[in-house]
């Protein structure tokens, strides 16, 4: 039951309905037994899995909770047990079939003809989302940053929230706890509020990203006929559909839970006006990148091993290599884990690598950028602000490539043939026509795109709703109704409507 699917609007339209009728006290069960009736519906067996992640980690909190303040390691013990359950689950679903490739491929280079036969796993609808989350939760509960959940049904409604379900973002529980389980008066204005955010998730998804996504898989799907010139019209379709689909499921996300009135964090922060792919990623997938801050990179920079790798560094290599090699190697091992969280493939690997190299890279450099801007005044220009906002986003461009192509060595052929292939008259010669987008089609992209660049610079002087529910009510219902009429006119269906996954589903 995608979000984008009649299913589910009258999925939500019932919940709605029935979550302001019944008394307040049954608001969490109903939203809990809604978040599984959500499950099921995607598929029977995938309740198991998120069953046993949520009874494990309870139980194993409540006993590290009590094991605290002993002199003991159960604690620690339980912590491990329960880790090395959970992440191997998803270790085994996700990446099970990736090893066996992996293995045959060996055994053939050296000339092996037995090869692992490969196997059929369910891989639950968003099971890196939740367990992350889940395991985020006992990691705090070890840390005693948090008190662990005492009702197995809260904290079994804290995991399976349905609307995170599909693709983030991955909640603390102090945060999202904060409005998940506190009865709620119908509000007006929070309904409302609410049920427009996930009417603009659903302009991005439905108008841009779906329409968009047709050009993309003509150039991925054919690399004989689109190269060259091809590829650089394609990266740039992928990132703007990639943008349009995972912030506009985030909306709709944000949006349900707003109409409900719980609270989740923001996931986006305009990360497309970035100046530097470091700041890129402070802007994109936040509680993503907040996660493997809190629980991969600071665990591992102060973990004994980097702190004797740090020593060593210091005796034998100088206090300068002491105090940015070690970083650097944490950062490497969060990048490593990013790019296999995103997929078994090694695409993702290079991908992460590459992000890694460049982050690096940066890092290393910034002395020289600080000597420059100190001699020249050009940093403060605007226009130069736009050129690094401008470089950013072809950087992440070309980056996005490994999500596109099947191998890192097509990703770096397509990537090559943008140098080498002297097409670049396809830009104006009608040859775009020929991606299965019609003069209309294109039509809608630009005046979306524009809206969407209109909208993100609108908000850097507060929320664009308050600033809409100040206008007359004319003008308001012509914005809102306006909208909903292009989502309902111009948004993608196909034959018999079959909504198209959300890219960050698979995760």
Not at 56 to 69: L, M, Q, S, V
Not at 333 to 362: D, E, K, P, R, Y
Request: net charge positive.
């Amino acid at each position: 039951m995608l979000f984008t699917s009649y299913e589910f609007l009258g999925f939500i339209t019932i919940l709605l309905l029935t979550y302001y009728l019944l008394p307040k006290k049954c608001q969490w069960p109903l939203l809990l037994a809604a978040s599984y009736l959500f499950y099921f519906f995607a598929k029977p067996v995938y309740l198991i899995y998120i069953l046993v992640t949520t009874v494990t980690i309870y139980f194993a909190a409540c006993r590290i909770e009590r094991e605290a303040g002993t002199l003991g390691k159960t604690g620690f013990r339980w912590l491990v047990l329960c880790l090395i359950l959970n992440i191997g689950i998803l270790a085994v679903v996700k990446y099970t079939n990736f090893m066996i490739s992996n293995i045959n491929g060996i055994t053939s280079a050296f000339g092996g003809t037995r090869q692992i036969s490969f196997v059929s796993l369910a891989l639950p609808m968003g099971i890196s989302f939740y367990t992350f989350q889940a395991v985020g939760y006992l990691v705090d509960v070890y840390r005693g940053t948090i008190s662990a959940e005492k009702n197995l049904f809260k904290f079994a409604l804290f995991v399976s929230f349905f609307p995170q379900l599909v693709q983030g973002p991955i909640s603390r529980f102090e945060d999202l706890g904060k409005t998940l389980y506190e009865p709620h008066e119908f509000k007006g204005k929070t309904l409302c509020y609410g049920l427009q955010r996930m009417l603009w998730g659903y302009f991005k998804k439905m108008v841009i990203a779906d329409r968009i996504l047709v050009g993309v898989s003509a150039i991925i799907q054919d690399t004989a006929a689109y190269h060259g010139a091809y590829i650089l019209v394609g990266m740039v379709f992928f990132t703007l559909e990639l943008y349009a689909d995972f912030t506009g499921g985030i909306d709709i996300t944000i949006g349900i839970a707003q109409a409900l009135g719980i609270t989740v964090k923001e996931n986006f922060h305009r990360p497309y006006f970035s100046k530097s792919l470091k700041e890129y990623w402070r802007r994109w997938h936040i509680s993503m990148g907040a996660w493997f801050r809190s629980y991969i990179f600071y665990p591992v920079s102060t973990s004994r091993f980097m702190q004797k790798f740090s020593k060593f560094c210091r005796r034998h290599l100088g206090v300068s290599a002491a105090r940015h090699l070690p970083v650097h190697l944490s950062s490497l091992a969060v990048w490593l884990a990013t790019g296999i969280w995103h997929g078994a493939s090694w695409n993702f690997v290079a991908w992460g690598l590459a992000n890694w190299i460049v982050l690096m890279v940066s890092q290393e450099l910034e002395p020289c950028y600080r000597k420059f801007h100190k001699r020249f005044s050009i940093g403060k220009k605007p226009v130069y602000r736009w050129f690094q906002a401008a470089r950013t986003f072809m950087l992440v461009c070309c980056l996005n490539l490994f999500d596109c192509y099947s191998s890192v060595k097509d990703t770096f052929r397509m990537l090559g043939s943008m140098f080498t292939a002297n097409n670049w008259n396809i830009l104006w010669d009608g040859s775009l026509m020929t991606l299965g987008l019609t003069a209309a089609d294109y039509g809608v992209l630009i005046l979306g795109t524009i809206l969407l660049l209109a909208v993100s610079l609108v908000q850097r002087s507060g929320s664009v709703r308050d600033k809409i529910a100040k206008m007359a009510l004319p003008v308001r219902f012509v914005v809102w109704y306006g909208l909903f009429l292009v989502v309902i006119i111009m948004g993608v269906y196909g034959v018999g409507y079959d909504a198209s996954q959300f890219i960050y589903n698979q995760f």
